[in-house]
């Protein structure tokens, strides 16, 4: 804050508090040019109806004056008066470090129990799972969703079919560093007519039928040619880069053939940011637990594979 604000607000809150006090003692006295003989204030209503030109009571004074003095005690012993600590030397910052260290003293010894346990053991704890959901709420439903189904450019996380793979590991990675997925732009590499033929390849690997067969054919020496290094010979993709399968019906960027142009045209760089300084190992672990319990929902055991 700058000594101008600072000055600024010193002499407004202070102008304020003497302003109400001078308005105290003003409307406190009976005003001698208006009070008539009678003590009424001469105001006369329907005839006969007049006002007494009474002080207000003391106790209800003295309540105003009361409320002057504790504004002053308080800003001699809280900041408010611009750049003025106060004596106490209180501040929001301490009161909140000290709320957040007392938190974190009374759940460390939970989240050490949760850390102990395997992450499909830990999947079925139904009270580790309400910490998780709460912690998914707050960190991470802005971009998959509070039903962590995703949306458009964010993966669904409860369908089992998994960019980097499901392996309790392999999530708690994604979690603690992030992703990066890569898909370049090939409109450069191809033209506008190599596009349209590799994405009418891709729209029919996963069983439906391309309103364009000629272009399907032309599309598949392309695929093979460009494409097979990261998504693979037959289109299933590489959970090690993050390229999604193409055969699955599963789409990251949409389905429809002109969504399937656009990103073979532009490509796209998806980021997935890197969560372990932020919530720390423990809370990663949970957090990883919850997003392993959403595609095993009938408990861990039950499902032999992590990934497809
Ligand atoms: C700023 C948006 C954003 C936030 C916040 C975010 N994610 Fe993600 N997440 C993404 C994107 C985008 C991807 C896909 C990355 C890619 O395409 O390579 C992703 C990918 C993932 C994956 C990999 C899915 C797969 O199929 O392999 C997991 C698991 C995941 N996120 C979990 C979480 C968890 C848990 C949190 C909260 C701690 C979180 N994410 C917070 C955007 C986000
Ligand atoms: C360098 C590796 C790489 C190459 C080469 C590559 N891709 Fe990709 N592709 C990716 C990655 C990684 C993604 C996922 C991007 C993301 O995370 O959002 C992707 C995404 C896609 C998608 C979106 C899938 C979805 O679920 O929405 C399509 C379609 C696609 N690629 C088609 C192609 C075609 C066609 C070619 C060849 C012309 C190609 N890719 C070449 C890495 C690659």
Redesign the pocket.
Known sequence: MSNFWSLFITILALANIVGCFLLIRWTAKPRPGEASADQTTGHVWDGDLMEYNKPMPRWWLWLFYLTIIFALGYLLLYPGLGKFEGLLGWSQYDAYEEQVAEVEQRVAPLFAEYAATPIPALAENSDAMDTGRRLFANNCAVCHGSDARGAT?YPNLTDNDW?YGGAPETITQTIING??????G?KP??GED??KE??A??YQLNGRTSPNPELVEA?KQ??AA??V???GMDGTG?QA??????TDD??????SIE??RD??AN????QMPAHGDLLGEDRVHVLAAYVYSLSHPDGAAATPSDSE
Do not use: E
Request: hydrophobic share 45%.
């Open positions: 450019g960019l992703r990066s997925g890569m898909m370049p090939w590499v191809l190599g596009v590799v994405a390849y891709v599309g392309r695929f460009t494409c290094g990261c998504h590489n880069i993050g390229a999604p399968n193409l599963v789409w990251l960027h949409g389905g969504q399937i990103i073979v490509g796209r760089t998806n």
